[in-house]
């Protein structure tokens, strides 16, 4: 495959596929936070057992990201990408039928399971596909599809909810997702990577940097995707807002992340990656605080403020973690952390979140959280090898 020096034409062109894709890969797992409000009512369960759906999507994330980086070049990083969106349709269309709770549980995990094989088989893509100089730009360009993702959910939910019911849209994705799929393996070529049979998953856990790594993405997972997937039910159940007011507040706080993840890509090519990772998190989390402390008619400020500063944060710790690895063991590195990010971060935080608003209150959870966020940031000066 041919390396692009420039983010123009076809390089482009093939890049904002990519992102249509991330895009859909983000909307399939963050879909459930708007309509939770609709299926905790419709089966009658407490807060913290609606939520603890993302659990099992975070375990079955985490399982399939850890192991992505050693199966996914083997089998081939197109036809991995191309399984993930296939099975990811299929769990969607699977759960539109479900009649019982529990059976949530088991079509979350392999939502899961599935999802969580794109982006350590993308990331390869597109350092493969341009010059390392060009790997802050590409890979902020592709993220800010989370961003986008995040935002504009909760407002195709609740329009799509005057036509059809929660499980219409769950349909409509799990289409749009499998014509993705079909597009992708017909346009892309596969890539080449050699790999190293001394690679080790024991030699990756000893190195310092992974550690450190790990326990700063848990900390920005909880604040972004954990209090994302709870913020409804926040709304809706603690400060009685109705579903509608509440998908408003979280889709239009989300707005202000999207600008930010493309213009990081330019500021990460001149600016100190350590101050502006620490900059990012820890404003993000004096912004979760105040999401658990201020009136409600200011949440969706500290929501708005906050989505700007995680958006700012996830594309340039994605470059830290690139540049720290070699091409060899990027993949497998980016799944280790992910894994650890997602089961924790993405699964347990809401789950906890829940927990407290069942026992004591959202506030409480949410603003624990943010106090934890922002000393966690404190460990980017620890990283020594980031120059």
């Known amino acids: 495959m041919e390396r692009h020096s420039e983010l123009k034409g076809k390089a482009l062109l093939f890049l904002l596929f990519l992102w249509i894709l991330w895009f859909l890969n983000v909307s399939a797992r963050t879909i459930f936070s708007p309509i939770l409000p609709l299926i905790e009512d419709e089966f009658m369960i407490r807060h913290a057992r609606a939520s603890s759906i993302f ?9 399939s990201v850890c192991f992505a980086g050693f199966y996914s070049g083997r089998f081939g ?3 991995s990408i191309a399984l993930s969106l296939a099975i990811t349709s299929f769990a969607l269309f699977l759960l539109s039928f479900v009649k019982t709770f529990s059976t949530f549980y088991l079509f979350s995990f392999i939502l899961g399971l599935a999802s969580g094989i794109y982006l350590p088989s993308v990331l390869p893509f597109i350092t493969e596909y341009f010059v390392e100089n060009k790997w802050g730009k590409s890979i902020a360009i592709h993220d800010s599809a989370a961003s986008i993702s995040i935002f504009s959910t909760p407002l195709v939910i609740l329009f799509s909810l005057h036509f059809c019911t929660w499980r219409g849209v769950l349909e409509v994705f799990a289409v749009v997702l499998l014509i993705s799929a079909v597009i992708f393996y017909s346009i892309s070529d596969e890539i080449k990577i050699r790999h190293s049979q001394k690679i080790r998953l024991g030699n990756l856990f000893k190195t310092r940097f992974l550690w450190i790594a790990i326990i700063i993405w848990v900390f920005a997972a909880g604040a972004n995707i954990g209090v994302y997937f709870i913020v409804p039910l926040y709304l809706t159940k603690e400060l009685s807002l109705s579903i509608g007011s509440a998908n408003s ?36 989390g004096i912004c979760t605080i105040l999401t658990g402390v201020v009136p409600a008619g200011f949440i969706g400020f500290s929501l708005f403020f906050q989505a700007i500063f ?13 540049k720290m690895f070699s091409s060899e063991t990027r993949s497998v590195a ?16 809401p789950y906890l979140l829940g927990f407290a608003g069942d026992f004591l209150s959202f506030r409480f959870g949410i603003s624990l959280l943010g106090i ?11 990283l020594k090898e980031l120059k």
């Open 249 to 284: 507040i979280l889709g239009m706080s989300r707005l202000g992340g999207i600008g930010v993840a493309v213009l990081c890509g330019f500021l990460i090519d001149r600016f100190n990656l350590k101050k502006l990772m620490f900059a990012m998190l820890f404003l993000a």
């Open 372 to 382: 934890l966020v922002s000393l966690s940031s404190l460990l980017i000066f620890s």
């Open 55 to 63: 659990i099992f999507q975070s375990m079955g994330y985490a399982i």
């Open 77 to 79: 990083y197109k036809r």
């Open 310 to 322: 995680m958006a700012g944060f996830f594309p340039a710790a994605l470059v830290t973690v690139t």
């Open 334 to 349: 980016i799944g280790i952390i992910l894994a650890f990010s997602v089961i924790f971060g993405g699964g347990l935080v």
